[in-house]
Structure formats: C-alpha cells, structure tokens
C-alpha cells in the first residue's frame, strides 16, 4: 500500500516512522512547513512537499494527521480523487469528508504523542471507522498490522472517549504541572513525588479508580484539607480547584 | 532492633511485612479493631493487642501508622517511656509528640498504599525528622534498610510535599474515576484508556510536564472544547471542572 502522510507532528512522525519498521510504503509528506516536511521525510526516505497541489494522486491511502481545525483546509485543498483518505482526529466527526472525498474513514490511535519518545504502538487502541465496509476493511488491516488493539467505534463514541481522554491526560498532566510548581515554590524536587505518579496509574490498571482512591478528600479530613488550603493562599486558582475535586472525591464515594 | 506496629491499615501491613523481609523485629502489632491486629500480626508471626494499655513497654522503636486524626488518641493512650516514637503521616508535624514523648520524628513513605499489591520500598522517598541528632540517625539507618531515597524534611517542608501529592495522586486518581465514568455511561471500556494512562505519567518522569501537554485546553481549541462541554451538559460537577482547569492550562502555558 503506497501512503502519503499528510502533517509532520508529534504523531505523524510517530506513526510515519512506525509504519516505515512495519514495511508499509510512505511515498511522500507533506507539512506546510517544508522544514518539517523535509525532516520527517528523510526518516522515512521518501519524498516531501509543502504544496497541496502537489500531493502525489496515486496514491493508495492519504493519512491527515494535522490539527483538528487545520483538517478542512487540506481536505478542501488537496486533489486526491478515489483515494481512500483518513483522518486521526478524536474529536472529529466522520461526516467532514462528506463534501470532498468518495472514500474516507478514521484511523484514531488513543496516545498522547511527542516527537522524541518512540510510541509503542502494540499497546495502542486504534479506534477505526469507515464510509463503507470495503473501506473499513482497508483500514483495520492497517491498524491491525500496527497494534493488536483495533476497535469499530461510531464518531459520537469516538468525541466521548477524546473527552475522557483530556481528563484522563491533559487534566492529568495538569496537575503534575500544580505538584512540580507547588513543590519547586518550596525548594523541593519533583523527582520526590515521581514513584507516587506511576504507582497511582499502575494501580488503575488493576483495580477500578474509586476502589483506590485515598486521601485526605475521601476521608473528609477538613483538618489536612484546612493546612493545604492555607499553603494555596495565595494561588485563588489552585485553591479552588483544591475544594471543587476534594468535595467531588467526598461525594462521589 | 525491636519495634512495635501501631496500626492494620494499608501503610502499616505493607511497611510490617517490608520490615520482617529485611530481617527487623517486629515484636507487636496494635490496632483498636483485634481482628486486624490478629491479621497483621499472624503475617508477620508476632504478638497483637488491641488494648493501648497492653502496649509493650520495652521495645526500641514505635511505628505510628494509624490515620492522622487517630495519633493523638494513640499518644495519649500509649505508655511507652524513653522509646522512640515516630508516625508516619504527611500532613502532621513533628510538634504533635511534645506534650506525650521524650524521642520522637516522623518516617514518612511518600506513596499510595494498598493491602493487596505489594510495594517497592526500593524506590520510595522517606523524608525524615527527628527531635534530635541521635534520634534521626536510627531512623535514617532504618529508612535507608528500605530505601535508597531518604531526606531530611521539616515539617513545613513535609506539608508541602503531601499536598503536592494529593495533587499528584489523589485528584489525578479522581480523574481516572470521571474517565472511568464517561466511558461506561457510553458503553465503552475504561481498559481503552489504561495505555494512555500509564504514558501520560511515565512522560513527566523524564520531561518537565509543562513541556509535554497537549490537548484542545493548551492550543485553546474552543470548538472541541465545545463539543465536549455538551456531553458533559448532565454532569454540571465535571464540567465546571473542565472549564476551570481547561482555562488554568491555556493562561499556564
């Protein structure tokens, strides 16, 4: 299968590099920052461009891993006839193909990328969905060739599981944010609190969240909760967000 | 070194079985419920009690592990004479003893302890205290018979550090419980996210978290911040939290 791929980000470069170990056929990239286009396309060793009008149009499968509000401008720009096209987007619906292309689909793998760690693709869920069963087809023999993990999932499933992947990560990441800061303020080192945050997601892995939830919030300990609170003082925003998820966790038990 | 566990809950069964593998004394478990003093005690094959007054008197060493707002009780009920005494809490400082102990500090294990999983104390931060020179010695060599990671913290400091963790834990933790949630209301599995989960959090050990968020939050996306709000339209708790934190890691960046 001939692939073009369409963007030069954190996951283009991931699943563009994956795809390459995984013998697949990338032909050519394209980014509109031919600096980027050019980087990623001398890993894969095929060719680049900055120009839509110049995205190669035999090919077989046209991968858009842009932005999600850069995805119209491509679709609307590029010339690429019968091609089967796909887009990587969690919270974009199937349907914004409808007025360009005749073969379209998703192929929405659930990580959070970046450019410099190498993604492990086996333990990645790819959430796929198709305008037709041919198509479908196409791509889950795709995803299945990257990761053992391939689900058919609608696009209003999809939004729901982006949804609860911001809170599962962003909002996450957030807080490491609060803690590191919290703890840089007072001379400390976020390596302290390191073996907390992986052994808190390692637990979940094995135990449903509410099951282990512990603390201060779940105990209703308004004497802790009073101490932290006077350390938030003086960060209003911090301090509310410290009450708004501590009675949320109280109530929620 | 003969010591005397006061306390059946999590910390206290992890930390008493740790404590028998690297061949210390535990001499005696104590816990107001008898029959999870009998519990702890028949693992690690010593004597219990569940009466403060049958305490023994001649050990080296008191291990206080007992939910914060029960220490004092445990202090005030406890007759132990020159025996070091130390709790393990985050959020109590060392001044709690003054009025009950001559020797005392504080053993804090900065992780989250379950009965069932087995911790690895190898890699847990212990931060110290002690009210004098002496005694901070015999709990650090203890400290560093189960960890390499052992620190000097004040209380001030320790404060700190345990709201940094509720942060980092805690509300991390109650995340993973909407996520959980979210999915189910729509017929999807949370193992869909475990990948995602266990990612997020081994990125922030080798990059600063600041420099690995992503998501509509940071690129300010307030389309998909949209369409997500609207699915969150029954949960007015979560989204009053994903507009607050969404707003907090835009103006964070």
Not at 3 to 9: D, H, T, Y
Not at 243 to 250: A, F, G, R, T
């Amino acid at each position: 299968m001939r692939i073009v791929l369409i963007g030069a980000g954190n996951l283009a470069t991931q699943l563009g590099m994956e795809l390459k170990e995984k013998r697949h056929q990338v032909m050519q990239v394209y980014s509109r920052t031919a600096k980027n286009a050019q980087e990623l396309a001398s890993k894969l060793n095929c060719a680049f461009t900055d120009d839509l009008f110049s995205v190669a149009q035999n090919a077989d499968l046209y991968i858009i891993a842009v932005s999600d509000n850069a995805i119209e401008a491509v679709l609307s720009g590029v010339n690429i006839g019968e091609g089967l096209v796909v887009h990587t987007a969690g919270a974009i619906g199937i349907d914004i193909f409808t007025p360009y292309c005749k073969n379209f689909g998703v192929l929405y793998p659930l990580q959070t990328f970046s450019k410099q760690k190498k993604a492990d693709f086996s333990t990645i869920p790819f959430c796929i969905e198709a305008n037709s069963g041919e198509n479908l087809q196409t791509i889950k023999d795709l995803a299945e060739s990257l990761s053992k993990k391939v689900f058919n999932v609608s696009s209003e499933q999809r939004l729901l599981i982006h949804l609860a992947a911001v809170f599962a990560c962003n909002f996450v990441n957030h807080f490491y944010v609060i803690a590191e800061q919290l703890l840089r303020d007072g001379g400390l080192d976020f390596d302290l609190v390191k073996p907390l945050i992986l052994e808190t997601a390692s637990k979940v892995v094995e135990h449903p969240p509410k099951e282990v939830q512990t603390g201060p919030a779940k105990r209703n300990d308004s004497i802790v909760m009073e101490k932290h609170l006077k350390l938030l003082e003086n960060h209003s925003e911090w301090s509310e967000l410290y009450k708004l998820i501590s009675s949320n966790i109280y109530h929620n038990k």
